[in-house]
């Protein structure tokens, strides 16, 4: 059984910087392909930033590329997602996501392929 457990969240003013972790238990990190999801109030959960399992390559949605850097430490078993240059948009609950297999690129971004979720965690940007 794999968990997650996400922390680092919080509040920051607008072109602020967070950094989100995702602890994982029960499983390899490289093992797993990980993501980090978002969801505002009122909106679908949406795909913010992942890395496939093995390789480690990373893949980020549009509306964040530039800002988000995904990435995970082997050694601390342990994923994260550096936020820089955050917006009032980037406003949301943000969960860590692990699947055990192998997704190809084009369904990393949907929430189906995850078999694990971490509790999700607050980011609050505003001024």
């Known amino acids: 059984q794999v968990q997650l457990l996400e922390s680092g969240g919080g509040w920051v003013q607008p072109g602020g910087s967070l950094r989100l972790s995702c602890a994982v238990s029960g499983r390899t990190v490289s093992t797993l392909a990980m993501a980090w999801f978002r969801q505002a109030p009122g909106k679908e959960r949406e795909f913010a930033a992942g890395?496939?399992?093995?390789?480690?390559?990373?893949y980020t949605t549009n509306s964040v590329r530039g800002r988000f850097t995904v990435s995970r430490d082997n050694g601390k078993n342990a994923a994260y997602l550096q936020m820089n240059s955050l917006k009032p948009e980037d406003s949301a609950v943000y969960y860590c996501?692990?699947?055990?297999?192998?997704?190809?690129?084009?369904?990393?971004?949907?929430?189906?392929?995850?078999?694990?979720w971490g509790q999700g965690i607050q980011v609050t940007v505003s001024s």
């Open positions: 890395l496939k399992r093995g390789t480690g390559t990373t």
């Open positions: 996501a692990a699947a055990t297999g192998s997704p190809i690129v084009s369904s990393l971004s949907d929430v189906s392929t995850y078999d694990y």
